[in-house]
């Protein structure tokens, strides 16, 4: 089955699978990237990597709305459920797997860190190993460049998106090395170009990845979806 991906802006992806809608790190109403309202979208499961504002400020109003189950680690799942009202979650830990409707989605470590918003401890964040509908997509999460990640390329990575940013994640030359190691088929760059700190010239990125890795590299546009079978 395919698997159609749209880039929402900064950090947020919309992932559809037959009936199935995944969104990762919704964060669009302070986003001046964003493709999307998060009143546009009908989500099933929401995959959230960890607590910072850019990657949860519209969980709670998308998931109140429509019922979607939150995924996090136990201390943002479990934020979400008794200060955020959220009904369904599905708290988890690094090193462990899940298996939903739409597919089995397993936690990853990052090097990073993961604050609440009102300041709570976020607990360690992470990233999503997810296998939906036969395809293999990898969601580092924001990190920096560490060799785990290279644990991940068996069984083997149909896609992977990760941080070009720099600054708060790895740079376009630490994501060549984690491509290296991860040997996905296609690569899509995230958390970039959102704010003039960590813009990037992603053609150059793309070129890179191209020159230096098996890698296909895909540079979508906020708000352009990219289909993979
Ligand atoms: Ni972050
Ligand atoms: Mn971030």
Redesign the pocket.
């Known amino acids: 089955m395919a698997l159609a991906i749209t880039w929402l802006g900064h ?1 947020a992806w919309w992932v559809q699978a037959g009936k199935h809608r995944l969104l990762i790190d919704p964060f669009l109403t302070d986003n001046p990237q964003a493709a999307r309202q998060a009143e546009e979208l009908e989500a099933e499961v929401i995959l959230v990597s960890h607590g ?1 504002f ?2 949860v400020q519209d969980v709670a109003s998308i998931a109140n709305r429509c019922g979607a189950n939150v995924v996090a680690n136990f201390e943002i799942a479990t934020w979400f459920s008794q200060t955020q009202g959220v009904k369904h979650t599905t708290p988890m830990n690094i090193g462990g797997a899940v298996q939903l409707p739409c597919g089995r989605i397993f936690m990853t470590p990052a090097l990073h860190s993961s604050q609440l918003p009102d300041g709570s401890y976020g607990g360690n964040p992470g990233g999503f190993l997810c296998d939906i509908a036969g395809v293999r997509l990898f969601y580092t999460g ?1 990190t920096g460049l560490f060799s785990d990640l290279g644990l991940w390329a068996k069984p083997a990575i149909d896609i992977l998106i990760v941080p070009i940013g720099d600054l ?2 790895m740079g376009i030359e630490e994501s060549i090395r984690a491509i290296e190691w991860i040997q996905p088929k296609v690569v899509l760059p995230t ?1 970039y170009n959102t704010w003039p700190p960590i813009a990037q010239d992603a053609q150059r990125w793309a070129k890179e990845v191209g020159a230096r890795t098996s890698a296909k590299a895909v540079v979508l546009q906020p708000g352009e979806e990219y289909r993979y079978s």
């Open positions: 950090s910072h850019d990657h924001d708060y994640t958390h």
